[in-house]
């Protein structure tokens, strides 16, 4: 039998299309039920300032670049969204005057427009955003060279290229968007195979970095976040890592300062992979396979499902 339709867009997978139940269970938990939902492969954590949320994601590059070297060098992948955490970066090794030229860095994805990434020098550019606010801040005798910095582009072969290339990633960050992907790795639109159910999580995980087609809502936050609310600023594709990269990295840690997505959101992919209720209509749900994931909350970000006008 053919699923319930989205009530956000017909033509799409979501959210809203999933089992009521799963979604009365995710509004009703607690940020102490939140916690509880810790288990092996899956932990929770919760940080009580925002300074010790953003210290912490910036500290998981530092710790993951300590650990490289020439002969065995380590990256780690990150988002934009948050940004937050990357001056922060560049302050520690600078500070700390940590050699970092043996380390890596992917970025996760990048806007996809007119049959090209978007150049670095397009207002919203990922690839921009990453260097001003971090590697061009990190003093030249610590750097890593350009070579190590891996983005995405519309031929994605180079970039895949970088995965099978004997470099370890200790960890990719991740944020949660309004869709509950992470990266751009949105649910599919309702069509062709997919028309009665979506892809299957064994499927779903197939795939590579690769241009997405962005759902409505994706474009509607990033609107919201990035473009001042103006919709027909934001590109309707992208480039994506994919799930093939991501299960290649040893540690997959998101970060949810409660900017990006909403309280039911936070709730309920944490619920999703903890009772491992993988749904590629819920990409995020998907990590409920990875062997290491840990979601970390701000607690004042956390919110309540209670319903309040406004």
Known sequence: MSRKLS?????????????????RDAAALTPEKMLKLSRPGFKVVFYDTLEEFYLAEALEYITAW????????????????????????????????????SGHFWGMDEWYLNGKEAPATHPLSFEKADRE?????????????????????????????????????????????????????????????????????????????RVVDL???????????????????VPTQALSVGPVETWQAEKVSIWHAGNHDNPFGQRLTCLMIAKKLADAAVPMSLLAGHPNVQFNYYRKGIGTCGVEMH
Not at 7 to 23: G, H
């Open 215 to 233: 759902h409505p809502l994706t474009i509607a936050q990033n609107a919201r976040t990035s473009g001042g609310g103006n919709i027909s600023l």
């Open 66 to 101: 300590k650990q490289s070297t020439a002969d065995n060098p380590v990256g780690i992948c990150g988002p934009i969204g948050p940004t937050e955490q990357l001056p922060l970066v560049a302050r520690l090794v600078n500070d700390l005057s940590l050699n970092v030229a």
């Open 7 to 23: 009530s956000i867009a017909p033509d799409w997978w979501d959210y809203t299309t999933l089992d009521d139940a799963i979604i």
């Open 133 to 209: 606010l971090c590697f061009s801040r990190i003093r030249k005798d610590l750097a890593m060279p350009n070579a190590n910095l891996h983005f995405p582009k519309a031929d994605t072969a180079a970039y895949r290229k970088t995965w099978n290339a004997g470099v370890r990633c200790a960890v990719m960050q991740g944020g949660q968007g309004d869709v509950k992907h992470w990266a751009f790795n949105d649910p599919p639109r309702r069509a062709g195979k997919f028309k009665n159910s979506p892809p299957s999580p064994a499927e779903y995980r197939k795939l590579t970095t």
